[in-house]
């Protein structure tokens, strides 16, 4: 089997599915080449256990923010604890944070308000953000250009969108990461904004628990073991080989999120 060192920049590994296994998925993960991982909060608990679990295991990161769908719930004093555990050492990023009118768990004025919120954060801490958009591409473009001065690594996950809108992204100077979706027999229009995004730019995540890539689709519960399927067909896809591919992905997550080498 060919080496890989791959980062899974997107995963939710403090949900009951993954946290009840962590030490098993952890080693599945390592032994599948996925060596270093980005755990995302979605809320005050969740947040509060990325960060413990990143005081657990080596190569191990925290993303904190509240969820989009969770909008509805953010008071002052859940921004103000957000705003103190971003100072973590272990703490890399906002996110996700975003706009989602899919679901609409939350009014899209809360949305709004929340995701500015969490970009001033990200702007104070000067940290990179990671970007949950959901049918609501050109307000989440709006909102960003408003910050666009003091808020400049951003990343939009598990990338949904044309080639035409990865285009907008790749000029605004952002990235684009991709999950399992791009594995999907009907995911033609990712695989073709897929095409347009330049290793430099392009990131892997598996968001699991979500979303087991083929030909793993099966598998109820997605983890960070599995992110190697996607790098296997986008490798493919960019007519590379998977050491190079991943070489590659792996240099632009460790210089987006400020990775050190170890
Ligand atoms: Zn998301
Ligand atoms: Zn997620």
Redesign the pocket.
């Known amino acids: 089997m060919e080496i890989t060192e791959l980062i899974d920049t997107h995963c939710h590994l403090t949900f009951q599915d993954l946290a009840q296994d962590i030490d098993g998925v952890i080693e599945r993960s390592r032994q599948a080449g996925t060596t270093a991982w980005i755990t995302v909060g979605t809320d005050p608990e969740h947040n509060n256990k990325s960060i413990e679990l990143t005081e657990r295991f080596e190569n191990m990161h925290a993303a904190i923010a509240i ?1 989009p769908h969770d909008a509805k719930t953010v008071t002052a004093d859940i921004m103000r604890e957000l705003r103190e555990l971003a100072k973590h050492p272990r703490v890399i990023a906002i996110g ?1 944070t975003g706009l989602d009118y899919h679901y609409n768990l939350s009014l899209h004025e809360d949305q709004r308000r929340v995701f500015a919120e969490h970009l001033r954060i990200a702007s104070e801490c000067n940290l990179p953000v990671i970007i ?1 958009c959901r049918k609501a591409f050109e307000e989440t473009m709006q909102i960003l250009d408003e910050y666009s001065s003091s808020v400049e690594k951003v990343v939009f ?2 990338f949904s969108g044309s080639a035409e809108q990865a285009k907008i992204v790749l000029d605004k100077g952002y990235y684009i990461s991709f999950t399992g979706v791009v594995t999907f027999k009907n995911a033609e229009k990712t695989r073709a904004a897929a095409k347009v995004v330049p290793l430099d730019r392009l990131m892997l995540e598996t ?1 699991c628990p979500y979303m087991s890539p083929e030909p793993m689709r099966k598998q109820k519960v997605n983890e960070p073991a599995l992110l190697i399927h996607i790098a296997r067909l986008l490798a493919e896809l960019k007519e590379m080989s998977l050491t190079e591919f991943a070489q590659a992905v792996t240099d632009t997550s460790r210089t987006f999120f400020g990775l050190l080498r170890h």
Do not use: V
Request: glycine fraction near 0%; charged fraction near 35%.
């Open positions: 969820h996700e949950h996950h598990c968001d």
